[in-house]
């Protein structure tokens, strides 16, 4: 209504500027006449210049004359007009509202627009929480081996339908089989006026801290909602002594389960922890440790400094650190990474056939140098990177038949022929992570069975792929190794000071639960029924052999 009292508004103010621009013309033209009809007058006829002066003041008076039946039709006002006018006639007779009109500041920047959404979605989500119906009891389970969250719902009372629903709506922010024992599940009800009980929510939460939830809404429907955990980080350090499996030991000085594959992860390639640890060596890690809500540890954390001495090769020290370009690696105590460039094999179950070598061609049948190691597959068996790389070559080549190459780093590179198909995804210039399918075993190329050959080439040079024990190393350098020794040294000074870090202490036996798989029961062996010899005349029992 505000809009159109203010065009209502401009449109009389152009309209008396037009008519006085209007007056005036027509005044002008008016002096213009009578000089004309007086220099007429005098002359007794008309000149050319007089002429020039009534043809200037004849088209003047046609185009006022014009612009005045055009204001006049433009300001005629339309039917639409006139009924806003009446509209607005009437609203202004009638007795002010005690509403309070909200004044708007203009222009509306984007950022009060912004704000304003915010301002409105807070008031929402507080007046959605404000309504949220509370349960009047709330009846805690806990999972236990060999159950599902079916199975635990069923435990409370749950309906089959009401238990349907339930997964259901949780499903969408929770892989189920993700439940573990020691999970918690609580189940809230309420009372109806002739006090009967009525599911209202189901929350799981996991050992993580996460809260899942599926609550009853509009129309009896339930819907899930997936709620952060509250955890806090304390920095805590922890030593032991090697007696045993790594794993084990590191788990009884307290270090997180996740923890533990960061130091594995860390020491990859110059330490192999099944064969290198010895009883005597120890370890000293410390971490961010994540601990819950009720001040319990989740068994998460992050690694910052692991430190293994060893009787045979010394200590080994890695930091955690993170460089200008935001890449996060552990670093040993000069600022290097080496690390296994292979962490598994092309395949699954690798079945030796041909080693590398000079060997008799089974197709040429004269002897020639084997560049690669064969291993024997049934077509269509999944090849897979044996470590990151860049693809350089990819297709078909001569006698390799269907052909990818692999550049890993500056110096090594590796090669897989005589595929029967190359992965639809694999081209040349892709990037490639270990684990990554790259194609499929066949026979192409000159193969006498479907196999696949596979080469390891070190700056040019074609070497053994199955005896070569290879780190792909990065060092840094300049500024960043500067930045990387400061870090290292504070560190260091840290560990000298007893009150720094906080000693971790090992998981309580309430929280090992989360951890450890139902045990299998085996199956009792089935007593073997006798057999028995059918005959055309009768059956008889066979005798026991």
Known sequence: MSENTESNTLQAGCLKRIAESTRHLFERLGDSAAELVADDLSTGGFSLKSNKVLHSFLIGTALGTLSTIAVLHWTEPSPQEQENAQLLEERAAETPSLTPIAEITLPLTHESVETAEAEETAETAESEAEEAPVPDSLEKFEVKPRESLAVVLRRAGLTNQESYQVTTALSDVLNLKQVQIGDTVEVGTTKDKDGNNHLLSVTLEDRHGNRYTAARGVEDAFEASMLPPEVTLKAEIATGDIDGAFIVNAKQSGIP??????????FDGPVDFSRDLRKGDSFTAVFNK???KDNEP?????????????KTTGTHERYRYTDSKGHEDFYDEKGKIARKLFVMHPLKKPRQTSRFGQRKHPILGYKIMHWGTDFGAPIGTPIRAPGEGTVTQSGRRGSYGRYVQIKHNSEYSSAYAHMSRIDDKIYVGKRVKAGEVIGYVGNTGRSTGPHLHWELIKNGQKINPTTQQITAQRKLVGTELSLFLDARNQMRE?????????KAEALPESRKMAYQEPKKVKKAKSVRKPKTQKTAYRRTKSPRG
Not at 298 to 310: F, H, R, S, V
Request: aromatic residues 12%; proline residues 0%; without cysteine.
């Open 494 to 502: 840290k560990l000298t000071d007893e009150t720094a870090y906080a």
């Open 257 to 266: 389960t996740n923890v533990i594959s960061q130091i594995i992860w860390a």
């Open 298 to 310: 989740t068994g998460n954390g992050e690694l910052l400094y692991a430190a293994l001495n060893l």
């Open 290 to 292: 994540e601990y819950n």
